[in-house]
């Protein structure tokens, strides 16, 4: 990650996710590939990191980790009112929040309109005091 090599603080941490476990199927390919005298080729990690870590206690504000972060994941925060009572209350999971982030941009799904009644619509009611207003929502 190139935000975790610009940092100078070191207060960013990715971990790798682990490999998934191989399959039987996978497991018996491989055995055979093996008993031929190939190497077998072991499933992947995926490239998504396991873990994304940032400690702002620990964060000197140079704004490396924003320049050169390629896909705009980072960025500066206008939140002046961050305030915590211990060291923990700013480590943060940045994977949790961009799936906050990403969740809250999804629109919810929209409504069927209500049905409506068959037959002419109602005739509006008359204002009750000459002169009076009649509400938009009734004329």
């Known amino acids: ?11 960013i941490a990715v971990t790798r996710a682990v490999a998934p476990k ?4 996978e497991l018996k390919a491989m055995a055979e590939a093996e008993a031929r005298g190939e190497k077998p080729k072991k499933p992947a990690p995926p490239k998504a990191p396991g873990t994304w870590t940032y400690d702002f206690s ?19 925060s206008n939140d002046i009112y961050m305030v915590g009572t211990k060291r923990e209350d700013f480590v943060f999971d940045q994977l949790a929040r961009l799936a906050r982030k990403a969740a809250a941009r999804k629109p919810e799904p929209k409504a069927a309109p209500a049905p409506t009644p068959a037959g002419p619509p109602a005739p509006a009611a008359a204002p009750s005091e000459p002169g009076t207003a009649t509400p938009a929502s009734e004329a």
Not at 22 to 25: K, Q
């Open 1 to 11: 990650m190139l935000c975790v090599s610009a940092c100078p603080s070191g207060c």
């Open 22 to 25: 191989p399959t039987p199927e």
């Open 58 to 76: 620990l964060c000197s504000l140079c704004g490396s980790c924003v320049e050169v972060c390629p896909v705009d994941s980072l960025g500066f």
